[in-house]
């Protein structure tokens, strides 16, 4: 499978423990976005890279949260001191460079905080 | 924080009906998006307009777009049950940042 791949599908975690999710992209697209979505709601940007550097990060994310793409492949989210709040669906998505690309999504992570 | 907002929220039509939704947003933009979403999966992209387009086909699915109402439609023809799914637009800005809006869930009825 050569699509975006996301680990794990689904976590169930204690309030207050740390969290982390990966997303591997799609080779050779070198844009990634993480994305949380809650039920019946549409996705919300989180944060955005290119290659390595972390462009741009909402507002709306709380220091709990942190996100790295070393050597600009693979990504990780991590969601430290989780809360009730944090249940969502976690998603990532890829591009390639150019003005005018789609962006590819992966399954998600199902993060259920208890 | 979202940039589109997608109306109606909710569409329920028979099958062969046709289907139109509705997308508006704030700022410019480098092209405009139309994804679908099954329950409780990702995201599928469905069709792409720049900003200096107007209307674009694909299958079933045409687009319009309109910059000087920052507004876009989505209108899927001849619908079926297998279209049933959440559709959501997204911009895409300067800086290539994706942002989507809420969405239509669409149910076609067989």
């Known amino acids: 499978d050569t699509g975006v791949s996301q680990n794990p599908r689904h976590k169930i975690t204690k309030r207050g423990q740390n969290v982390t999710f990966r997303c591997d992209p799609i080779s050779e697209h070198n844009r990634l976005y993480w994305y949380r979505q809650t039920l019946g709601q549409g996705p919300e940007f989180l944060t955005y890279f290119q290659n390595e550097a972390q462009l741009e990060k909402s507002r709306l994310l709380s220091d709990r949260f942190s996100a790295e793409r070393p050597k600009g492949s693979f990504s990780t989210l991590e969601i430290q001191r989780t809360e009730q709040g944090d249940s969502a669906m976690y998603l990532c998505?890829?591009?390639?460079?150019?003005?005018?690309?789609?962006?590819?999504f992966g399954q998600g992570t199902r993060l259920t905080v208890v | 924080s979202q940039q589109g907002e997608e109306d109606p929220q909710a569409l329920s039509i028979q099958e062969g009906e046709n289907a139109t939704m509705n997308c508006s947003y704030k700022?410019?933009?480098?092209?405009l998006q139309w994804y679908r979403q099954n329950s409780g999966r990702g995201l599928v992209h469905l069709i792409l307009i720049r900003s200096n387009e107007r209307e674009k086909h694909s299958g079933r699915l045409r687009v319009t777009l309109d910059t000087s109402k920052k507004s876009s439609s989505l209108l899927i023809t001849a619908s079926r049950a297998a279209d049933t799914a959440s559709y959501f637009c997204?911009?895409?800005?300067?800086?290539?940042?994706?942002?989507f809006g809420g969405g239509t869930r669409l149910m076609v009825k067989p």
């Open positions: 998505a890829s591009s390639l460079p150019g003005r005018n690309t789609e962006a590819f």
């Open positions: 700022t410019s933009i480098n092209n």
């Open positions: 997204a911009t895409v800005n300067a800086g290539n940042m994706l942002t």
